[in-house]
């Protein structure tokens, strides 16, 4: 089976490369630059990842518009890189765009790595709007491409034991951008209250 694996060079969707490496799948890695502002670290995050995967295919989406026009605290340093985080419709467009993707390349499937549905703090990071988004990309594509959520069971604490011992490391987490995590965003705050 081939995969379009959505990767941003944080630690979530690192894993989940590896594991679908593991698994023997076809990968096509794609990063999204949705204009957000740890775009440049993110970005060498994950080229550094996939050069250690042996992934040579990277294939980056420049939809930076997007960002400009749905302005966020990810998006925009006038706004709280928290109170204003939501940014609508992220999920959708990263797995619109890479559904796109797998129809063209041929993949069957698309994966997120999102996390237990426990830990979502927005609409598009539930098991329902996984099952809903699969079913809108069948029917615009025009055959199926299933979305994967490898981790949809992982809870922070675990994803970051399996990447330790996977000996995941090097990969960049936090929304703001700056060369050292702020330890106050939401990508940052997952890892206090599962180290906690």
Do not use: W
């Not at 890695?29 to 050069?51: D, W």
């Not at 420049?62 to 609508?88: C, K, M, V």
Request: with cysteine; aromatic share 6%.
């Amino acid at each position: 089976m081939s995969v379009v694996t959505l990767v941003s060079g944080g630690l979530d969707s690192t894993l989940v490369a590896y594991l679908a490496k593991e698994e023997g799948l076809f990968i096509h890695p794609l990063f999204v630059n949705y204009g957000q502002r740890a775009l440049e670290r993110e970005l060498r995050a994950c080229k550094r990842a996939m050069t250690k995967l042996s992934l040579n295919n990277l294939e980056i989406a420049n939809l930076a518009g997007y960002g400009a026009l749905i302005r966020s605290g990810l998006t925009d340093s006038s706004q709280h890189i928290i109170e204003d985080a939501f940014t609508p419709g992220r999920n959708m467009l990263f797995l619109l765009v890479a559904s796109a993707h797998a129809f063209k390349v041929g993949a069957e499937a698309v994966s997120i790595g999102l996390l237990h549905e426990e830990t979502a703090l927005f609409p598009d990071q539930t098991s329902g709007f996984l099952r809903e988004a699969e079913s809108l990309i069948g029917r615009i594509m025009g055959r199926q491409i299933r979305v994967l959520a490898p981790l949809a069971s992982f809870h922070k604490d675990e994803v970051i034991a399996l990447a330790r011992m996977k000996g995941i490391e090097g990969t960049y987490s936090c929304h703001m951008g700056d060369e050292e995590p702020c330890g106050n965003c939401i990508a940052c705050n997952e890892f206090k209250i599962e180290e906690a």
